[in-house]
């Protein structure tokens, strides 16, 4: 029959409740078990080797998880399914690699089967698994065990509280070894170059900014105002960028600036030197910084426009905090 709010709430309460303890009594009994077994794998990424996760029906996703999770900190990895195993896909194992079998009971028949195969082919095997005295855990090279005394499920049955107990010490795992393995940053967004890590940490202001025709550079000395203003038109920019006889920036003009030279220039200011009323310096990038720099002077200066610089100072590329957005930046 139909559930009350509170009946709901309080349901979901009790569900969150049962799963937190799982992940408590986790903690609870880690052990030496979990630091022989991180230095373990640790030698195998480190040998080039590979990890092999496998579990079946509910652990068989969360060996796919941890999967793409240690591929993601650049512990190579791989999901075998342990039925396919059996009929030809232990060709992708090899000596040297470490298995890593997903069990809750630590009884499930396929994860029996593949442990002397595994052997066989030369892989240190590990059981992470909720029963410590289990023959999968009796069987392998090493255990990682975590502890559920009960699942989240009224009946009892449905895999809950000891899948996310699994999960998590399977996380731990990858975040000791990514810590262990130094990983920084920008190691980590080199394996999400499409994604919002990737963008932050990996494009440079020369990857993003506009050049040629859409970087409008004049010489201070030759131009008027009313170049600038036909620069800047053309290049559909804010700003141009004025440069000294050796080709420096030496300052910008920007909209601002012409608005402030049409009220104090009288009629005539359009053919007033540029120099004359120009933002001497202004704020500039090097065409090498991150573009999450860029993103960074935006805003502390709240600023529109910014000329990117070479290595001799001079202008070799704008950006518009408008092209920003698009790019995914902000």
């Not at 004359?276 to 860029?294: H, N, P, Q, S, W």
């Amino acid at each position: 029959m139909p559930l009350d709010s509170a009946t709901i709430l309080a349901q979901a309460r009790q569900c969150l409740t049962i799963e937190r303890e799982a992940l408590d009594a986790t903690a609870a009994v880690l052990n030496g078990d979990f630091v022989t077994t991180v230095h373990a794998v640790e030698a195998v990424i480190a040998a080039g080797r590979k990890v092999v996760f496998s579990g079946v029906g509910k652990s068989a996703h969360i060996a796919e998880k941890l999967t793409g999770t240690f591929n993601s900190i650049g512990a190579p990895s791989t999901f075998l399914d342990p039925t396919q195993a059996l009929h030809g896909d232990l060709g992708l194992c090899a000596a040297g690699d470490i298995a890593i079998l997903l069990s809750n009971s630590g009884a499930t028949a396929e994860m029996l089967r593949l442990l002397p195969l595994f052997e066989r082919f030369g892989l240190k095997t590990v059981a992470l698994t909720g029963s410590p005295d289990s023959e999968l855990a009796r069987g392998a090279d090493f255990r990682l065990v975590y502890h559920a005394p009960r699942e989240a499920c009224p009946l009892a049955l449905a895999p809950t509280a000891s899948t996310t107990a699994a999960l998590a010490l399977g996380d731990a795992l990858a975040m000791v070894l990514l810590e262990s393995r130094g990983l920084t940053r920008e190691d980590f967004a080199k394996f999400h170059p499409a994604g919002t890590l990737g963008l932050t940490l990996l494009l440079r202001v020369k990857d993003i900014m506009r050049t040629g025709d859409g970087c409008p550079v004049l010489p201070e000395a030759k131009s008027t105002v009313q170049e600038a203003i036909f620069a800047m038109t053309k290049a559909k920019s804010g700003a141009v960028a004025l440069t000294a006889a050796d080709g420096k920036l030496s300052g910008i003009f920007t909209d601002g600036d012409f608005r402030r030279a049409a009220l104090n220039g009288g009629l005539d200011f359009l053919q007033h030197p540029v120099g004359a009323v120009m933002t001497r310096g202004g704020k500039t990038i090097a065409a090498d910084a991150l573009a999450v720099e860029a993103l960074k002077l935006f805003q502390q200066f709240k600023i529109s426009d910014l000329f990117a610089l070479n290595a001799h100072g001079q202008p070799i590329g704008y950006i518009d905090v408008q092209d920003l957005p698009k790019l995914k930046i902000l």
